[in-house]
């Protein structure tokens, strides 16, 4: 074979150079399915018979045949549906209306808002963007700087990432081998605290002048019929929407890809209730599933092509050796994982570091004896803050390309920070009491 003609010290860490490559290659700017598999493909060459790709139709296989993921087209087609119904509009404008006295109102409705969308959607991207094109000028309106307005926008559109059905913990629960039902139950708790937390910061911005965030409205609210029938049209359907999918999922009606169908008839039926059911609109969502769908599953394919020639070349020991050299105690290890994902998030999209370095490094944690489902949620809540973090945040970027002009990059750098340091806040939390990601599971399916 090619790897007798190596020297020594690099055909003994031929799989330490094979993940070296492929993240350096991709960190680049190299498309994500073919550079996994190119380099897959070259370093097995290099390393191990040809014999051996013999066992990857049996793991493509797998892939094509694996129910759960099924769930994955059926959640992004309910998320598209939503973001084009008009239902995120008329949800932030009730809001809006309903903390109009509160301090900070706007930014608070802003808040809620993202997170029924990432209930409902699980889309980060979409809702991005889809609360900068409609918060983000109503907020400058208001007299919200452009800082704290930016910020805002952004930290709420990403509370998809972590709020169940998010498509992060869809992925995950696979390659954790956790029960996607589990993986989302554990994220309630996380995510309502981080929700909490932001309107908190928010309401007490308030207090420190008018600079960021402009006084609460005089004029009361009339909970009149009129104004109360508008809270429940725009309130009911998405709640209704979320907890037939969520709930069917908690109770063990349904599986997850049961949900996901059920979400996605919801889905229609919501945008037809809002009169903009039509065939260009669902042939538009359609095609934009599919290619969302595409995307996440050539991504799985050669993901798994690198992870079996990665465990073929001894990638596996090599790591595991190394990790155990380092003397660790298992919190000094936790550690040193979150701020690698952390930084990974920077440069790497939340699937590629799913589906090739988690099933590297998650089998490590959980040999030191830690909850897989815990640390599948910590693993969610870092990538999400990594997500919104300068200077390469995707959040970020997703905002300032439907941002007002007068929004500047450096706008959103300095209004996010809060935000992250929120984020960190709740990593810390969920480090410090496991229960509570994994208490309520355990409630709820009584384990």
């Known amino acids: 074979m090619l790897i007798d003609l190596l020297p020594l010290w690099m055909a003994d860490y031929l799989a330490a150079w094979l993940f070296l490559v492929l993240t350096i290659a991709l960190m680049v700017g190299f498309p994500v399915t073919f550079t996994m598999m190119g380099t897959s493909f070259l370093f097995g060459l290099i390393g191990l018979s040809p014999s051996f790709f013999d066992l990857l139709p049996l793991r493509m296989w797998g892939i094509m045949t694996n129910t759960m993921l099924m769930a994955v087209p059926l959640f992004i087609f309910m998320g ?15 809001m809006q209306a309903l903390f109009r006295n509160v301090r900070g109102g706007l930014a608070i409705s802003v808040v809620v808002v993202g997170a029924l969308l990432g209930a409902s959607t699980g889309i980060v991207g979409a809702t991005v963007v889809t609360m900068g094109l409609m918060s983000l000028p109503t907020m400058l309106e208001h007299r919200y ?15 998809g990432q972590i709020i169940p059905p998010s498509l992060v913990l869809l992925l995950l629960g696979p390659v954790m081998e956790v029960p996607i039902g589990d993986m989302f139950v554990g994220a309630l708790l996380p995510g309502l605290i981080l929700v909490l937390l932001y309107c908190l910061f928010i309401w007490l911005s308030s207090f420190a002048g008018t600079r960021h965030v402009p006084a609460a409205h005089e004029r009361r609210i009339a909970f009149d019929p009129a104004f109360l029938r508008r809270i429940c049209k725009a309130l009911v359907p998405p709640l209704f929407l979320i907890l037939a999918v969520l709930g069917t999922i908690f109770a063990g009606i ?4 049961e949900s996901g169908a059920m979400g996605a008839v ?20 359609a095609k934009e599933t599919i290619k969302m769908t595409c995307m996440v599953f050539i991504i799985i394919m050669g993901a798994t092509c690198f992870a079996l020639v990665f465990r073929g070349l001894g990638g596996d020991d090599l790591l595991r050796e190394f990790i155990d050299s380092l003397h660790l105690q298992g919190w000094q290890l936790v550690t040193m994982v979150m701020v690698f994902i952390f930084l990974l998030g920077f440069f790497l999209d939340f699937i590629e570091i799913t589906y090739i370095h988690i099933p590297i490094i998650a089998p490590i944690v959980v040999d030191y004896g830690y909850d897989p489902l815990w640390f599948g949620i910590m693993f969610a809540v870092n990538l999400q803050t990594s997500f919104m973090t300068p200077p390469f945040g995707p959040s970020l970027f997703y905002l300032k390309g439907v941002s007002p002009p007068q929004v500047q990059t450096t706008h959103l750098y300095k209004g996010i920070i809060p935000f992250v340091v929120l984020q960190l806040i709740v990593l810390v939390i969920i480090a410090l009491w496991p229960d509570l990601v994994t208490r309520l599971p355990k409630l709820v399916y009584g384990y």
């Open 145 to 159: 700087s452009r800082s704290f307005a930016a910020g805002t926008v952004a930290a709420s559109g990403t509370l």
């Open 80 to 94: 598209l549906a939503l973001e084009r119904s008009g239902l995120a509009r008329e949800l932030l404008e009730t």
């Open 254 to 257: 349904a599986t997850p890809t």
């Open 266 to 285: 919801g889905a229609v039926l919501l945008t037809a209730l809002n009169r903009k059911l039509s065939v260009p609109l669902l042939h538009e969502v």
